[in-house]
C-alpha cells in the first residue's frame, strides 16, 4: 500500500512550495476539473482498477449508487492512467480535488511512485529526458472502511447495476464507457480486463434491453427541424406572355 499523505480534511497543508502531480485513473483521465500545466500518461505498479467503489452524488444517487473505479492492492498489477503537473501557485486544485474525491466520493490520498509511458516520451531531445524517471504523484484511492463501499460483485451484477445508474454528473454508463474509450485512444497497448469487460457486457445488456447508450452518454441522434418559411401567395405572372406565339384553337367534332 502506498504511503498515506494526510488527513482528507487537512488537503490544503500540503507544501506549495514546488509544483506536483496527481494521478487519475477514473474520471480524472478525461475530466480533470482543475487548471493544470501538463499531462502524461503512464501507470503505476502494485494495483489493479475494480469498481468496486460506490457513489451516490455524479453516479448515483443515495437510494441506487452507481460503481465507480477505485485501485485494490496486487502485486502484479499495473494501472494505466493520466498525470497531471499542478502548478505550485495553483491553489484552487487540491481544495476542489478534496471536495470531489475525498468528501463526496469517500477517496483517501496517499503518494505512489507513477511512471510515464516510455513510448510518449522517445526523442532525441536531451530535454525529454527529464519526464522519463518515475515521479511521486498523490493518489486518490477508496479503502473498504468508507460509506460508499460497495466491494466485489459478479461482473455482470456490475454492469447491470452502471446500466441503471444515474448522479448528478451524467449516467454510470458515460462514466464507464469514457474510461474505456480514454484507455483506447490514448494507451491502446494497455490491458484492463476488468474494465473492457464491464464495457462489454454494459453494451450487450443495452443492446438485449434496446436502451440506446447515446442517450446515456449525453448525445443526441435528432436532427435540428429548420425553421418553417411563412406561406406566401402565389400571384401569376404574364411577364412571359407576348413570348408565346399565337395559336389558333378549332373545335373537334366527334
Known amino acids: 500500500m502506498p504511503k498515506i499523505l494526510l488527513r482528507d480534511d487537512n488537503i490544503e497543508e500540503v507544501s506549495r512550495k514546488e509544483p506536483l502531480w496527481v494521478f487519475g485513473y477514473g474520471s480524472l483521465c478525461w475530466n ?3 487548471d493544470y500545466e501538463q499531462s502524461v500518461t503512464g501507470f503505476v505498479k502494485g494495483f489493479s482498477r475494480r469498481f468496486w467503489q460506490g457513489n451516490t452524488t455524479h453516479r448515483g444517487t443515495e437510494t441506487k449508487p452507481g460503481r465507480v473505479a477505485t485501485l485494490v492492492e496486487d502485486k502484479e498489477g499495473i494501472t494505466w492512467g493520466k498525470a497531471f503537473l499542478v502548478a505550485a501557485e495553483n ?19 496517499y503518494t505512489v511512485n507513477f511512471h510515464p509511458r516510455s513510448s510518449f516520451f522517445v526523442s532525441s531531445h536531451s530535454s525529454s529526458s527529464n519526464f522519463t524517471d518515475k515521479k511521486e504523484a498523490l493518489l486518490y484511492i477508496a479503502v473498504p472502511e468508507n460509506r460508499h463501499w460497495l466491494g466485489a460483485a459478479p461482473l455482470p451484477d456490475i454492469a447491470k447495476q ?13 462514466y464507464l464507457l469514457k474510461l ?24 450487450k445488456f443495452a443492446w438485449d434491453m434496446k436502451i440506446c447508450l447515446k442517450t446515456l452518454m449525453g448525445e443526441t441522434t435528432e436532427k435540428k427541424e429548420e425553421p ?14 407576348s413570348r408565346i406565339p399565337d395559336k389558333k384553337l ?3 367534332n366527334m
Not at 452502471?162 to 448522479?167: A, N, S, V, Y
Open 32 to 34: 480533470p476539473g482543475f
Open 91 to 109: 491553489h484552487a486544485a487540491l481544495p476542489y480535488l478534496s471536495t470531489r474525491e475525498c468528501q463526496l466520493g469517500g477517496y483517501k490520498i
Open 162 to 174: 452502471i446500466l441503471e445508474c444515474h448522479g448528478s454528473s451524467g449516467s454510470n454508463v458515460e
Open 180 to 203: 474505456a474509450d480514454f484507455m483506447r485512444d490514448e494507451i491502446p497497448e494497455a490491458l484492463d480486463e476488468h474494465l473492457f469487460s464491464l464495457e462489454r457486457l454494459v453494451r
Open 228 to 241: 418553417k418559411q411563412e406561406a406566401r401567395a402565389v400571384v401569376p405572372s404574364f411577364q412571359f406572355a
Open 250 to 252: 378549332r373545335c373537334v
